[in-house]
């Protein structure tokens, strides 16, 4: 299976953009669907964003449409989340994750592989 690595969070003002990259090693990236979630201080995971295999499906969730954009370069075996409108409530470790369900899938079904985190603080 792949393993993942991210990389580019950081501390940014209200209204800042951060782009998130995850690395993935092995030669099967391109049998998973691809995601992001995030885990706030004090509360519990959740479903970000989710790329399809192919790249031309993506699902977020409600409160970061129109501001995040997940995408994959499956040559490069990356995938991106574009944060855009960075706000406080956006603040929390965030994670890559791979599984072999659909990228719909991943809004409900706990992924099989899972990096390490990132953190993104995003000061008022």
């Known amino acids: 299976q792949v393993q993942l690595v991210e990389s580019g969070g950081g501390l940014v003002q209200a209204g800042g953009s951060l782009r998130l990259s995850c690395a993935a090693s092995?030669?099967?990236?391109?049998?998973?669907?691809m995601g992001w979630f995030r885990q706030a201080p004090g509360k519990e995971r959740e479903f970000v964003a989710a790329?399809?295999?192919?790249?031309?499906?993506?699902y977020y969730l409600d409160s970061v449409k129109g501001r995040f954009t997940i995408s994959r370069n499956n040559a490069l075996n990356t995938v991106y989340l574009q944060m855009n409108s960075l706000k406080p409530e956006d603040t929390a470790v965030y994670y890559c994750?791979?599984?072999?369900?659909?990228?719909?899938?991943?809004?409900?079904?706990?992924?099989?592989?899972w990096g390490q985190g990132t953190l993104v603080t995003v000061s008022s």
């Open positions: 994750a791979a599984s072999r369900f659909s990228a719909q899938a991943m809004r409900a079904r706990t992924p099989e592989v």
């Open positions: 790329v399809s295999v192919s790249g031309d499906i993506t």
């Open positions: 092995g030669r099967t990236f391109n049998n998973y669907a």
